[in-house]
């Protein structure tokens, strides 16, 4: 495993990967996975990457925090389509436009890609009940990788999420609650009942992994353009974490 450490991004203290950690024990602010880089630059080549079979996000093995001998919770994830876009780019006046389609992920949006690398650490360090705030795609997907590993997802939704998502949680097996109120009305539901309910909190950025997941989706375009990357990218920021 190369990751070495997790770092706090505000106070830079260092924390042990080797538990459940949610945010930095002395700031309260995220954590962030650090790995040694200089030797997964060594043992992962362009070449040893293009001969994987593996089209997952989980070709990128050395640069996820997951040990290498522990099986992954996966559904398929990443490996989605660049595919150009000629005409759109047309009528934008952009001469070279391409659309990665992350609808094809297993559970219709890039929120997979997190939920199989947060859900993979989080059952390998111990969790068994989840707990996310949801209005929507996020939910949708720690419900499915629960289910695929096995581990119970609480999952707390504002009244006004689509029906779809409430529908798609329901029937991965997740328990749903829908909140009158705001998602932050939902996490704040999570935060004072998750100590004596055992949860262990999925939210975006209170748990280092989910952006670990997300980060896949750079390393795919680089290597979908021939380690080459676009001049400017439009990305779904979400929570925030594709931003970072
Ligand atoms: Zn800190």
């Known amino acids: 495993m190369f990751l070495t450490h997790l770092a706090c991004s505000a106070c830079d203290t260092e924390h042990d990967p080797a538990w459940l950690q949610n945010l930095c024990t002395k700031c309260q602010k995220p954590l962030l996975a650090k790995y040694d880089l200089k030797t997964i630059s060594r043992k992962l080549t362009r070449q040893k990457l293009r001969a994987r079979a593996d089209s ?5 093995r050395e640069l996820l925090p997951l040990p290498q001998n522990v099986d992954p919770i996966s559904l398929g994830e990443g490996g989605t389509p660049l595919l150009r876009a000629d005409r759109f780019g047309d009528q934008l006046g952009l001469a070279d436009l391409w659309i990665k389609d992350e609808s094809v992920n297993p559970t219709q949006s890039f929120k997979a890609r997190g939920m199989s690398v947060a859900v993979s650490m989080a059952k390998h360090l111990g969790a068994t009940k989840l707990a996310v705030p949801s209005a929507g795609n996020a939910g949708s997907a720690l419900a499915a990788y629960a289910a ?6 609480h999952i707390f ?3 006004d999420t689509p029906k779809l998502n409430v529908i798609e949680c329901r029937e991965f097996g997740a328990r749903v609650q829908l909140i009158d109120g705001l998602i932050t009305d939902c996490a704040a539901q999570i ?4 100590t004596r309910e055992e949860w262990f ?14 980060k896949t989706l750079g390393y795919e375009l680089a290597e979908q353009l021939g380690w080459w990357l676009p001049d400017v990218i439009l990305y779904p920021t979400g929570g925030g974490t594709g931003l970072i």
Request: charge should be positive; proline fraction near 6%; glycine fraction near 6%.
């Open 157 to 159: 939704m504002p009244y």
């Open 56 to 60: 997952s996000l989980w070709r990128f």
């Open 201 to 214: 909190e999925m939210s975006t950025l209170k748990e280092p992994y989910r952006l670990e997941g997300k």
């Open 148 to 153: 695929r590993a096995g581990l119970e997802a």
């Open 191 to 194: 935060a004072r009942r998750k």
